[in-house]
T-cell receptor, first 114, second 111 residues
Framework: QKEVEQNSGPLSVPEGAIASLNCTYS??????FFWYRQYSGKSPELIMF??SNGDKEDGRFTAQLNKASQYVSLLIRDSQPSDSATYLC??????????????WGLGTSLAVNP | DGGITQSPKYLFRKEGQNVTLSCEQNLNHDAMYWYRQDPGQGLRLIYYSQIVNDFQKGDIAEGYSVSREKKESFPLTVTSAQKNPTAFYLC??????????FGSGTRLTVV
């Protein structure tokens, strides 16, 4: 069974700090990695995706991928109270006919305190 | 604007009743998915479809049925065989290799 693991949290950081969210995955063949943000009672929205080893930056968000160690992380700089949400990590399957289907972590709850 | 639309936003089901949740997308995505999310829980896959007229069971398909007669539409029926249907239902679509786009969800409650 392919798995994606995240700490459930809650992760609590002060406003303006860097929030670091981590995710590990079991399928070495996974090619695509996604971070979603889900506010309470709402649907998930895609905030970052990364396909290659290294860092990818978009505004205050940085996704980091290390395929050798099978982890992907999300850094949120200058955290704001509006960043308080659950962050879901999703990883593509490696089977050729099934690589569209994402495997989801259970999410990490982030609370940014004013 | 392209997007994915779920309706209704709220749905109430009586015991023994079948209900159908609508999901329509105009993103020209081939693949569509149905997930169930319970309070404080992760996403659980019910059914998915990668092409028209074909679909596969996910992890928790019992008590649910789907159809994919058009590329744009992937309705989910919650049958009376589903004993605990109260949950937040999410529909998503995707293009090969890309992330999913989610609808706004349907909250189903048994009354």
């Amino acid at each position: 069974q392919k798995e994606v693991e995240q700490n459930s949290g809650p992760l609590s950081v002060p406003e303006g700090a860097i929030a670091s969210l981590n995710c590990t995955y079991s399928d070495r063949g996974s090619q695509s990695f996604f971070w979603y943000r889900q506010y309470s009672g709402k649907s998930p929205e895609l905030i970052m995706f990364i396909y290659s080893n290294g860092d990818k930056e978009d505004g205050r968000f940085t996704a980091q991928l290390n395929k050798a160690s099978q982890y992907v992380s999300l850094l949120i700089r200058d955290s704001q109270p509006s960043d308080s949400a659950t962050y879901l990590c999703a990883v593509s399957g490696s089977n050729a006919g099934n690589n569209r289907k994402l495997i989801w972590g259970l999410g990490t709850s982030l609370a940014v305190n004013p | 604007d392209g997007g994915i639309t779920q309706s209704p936003k709220y749905l109430f089901r009586k015991e023994g009743q079948n209900v159908t949740l609508s999901c329509e997308q105009n993103l020209n995505h081939d693949a569509m998915y149905w997930y169930r999310q319970d309070p404080g829980q992760g996403l659980r896959l019910i059914y998915y479809s990668q092409i028209v007229n074909d679909f596969q069971k996910g992890d928790i398909a019992e008590g649910y049925s789907v159809s994919r007669e058009k590329k744009e539409s992937f309705p989910l029926t919650v049958t009376s065989a589903q004993k605990n249907p109260t949950a937040f239902y999410l529909c998503a679509s995707s293009r090969q290799g890309n992330g999913y786009t989610f609808g706004s969800g349907t909250r189903l409650t048994v009354v």
